[in-house]
């Protein structure tokens, strides 16, 4: 993980920051543990923001995963209707 940018923004501080896909499903799985295992109060106290908030981190961090798996699933189509032009020109 690294910083890439930081801005400071009325409700406090923007965080630009570069992650690999393998830290997003940690991520990922660790949110969908902790909303899992803990009920909307337990949540608040033990991370300090309300089950709506961290839905939708979990949210957020799913859709990137899937558009990045949608975006190789289109790369490998791509390249394979390339391949086989290629092998069966005459």
Do not use: W
């Amino acid at each position: 993980m690294e910083l890439a940018k930081k801005e400071k923004v009325a409700l406090g501080m923007l965080l630009e920051v570069k992650v690999s896909e393998d830290e997003l499903m940690v991520y990922k799985a660790a949110l969908s543990h902790l909303l899992n295992a803990y009920d909307a109060a337990e949540l608040e106290q033990l991370l300090g923001a309300t089950k709506d908030e961290i839905e939708g981190m979990d949210d957020d961090i799913g859709e990137i995963l899937a558009s990045l798996h949608r975006a190789d699933s289109l790369l490998t189509s791509k390249h394979t209707e390339l391949y086989e032009r290629y092998r069966n020109r005459p």
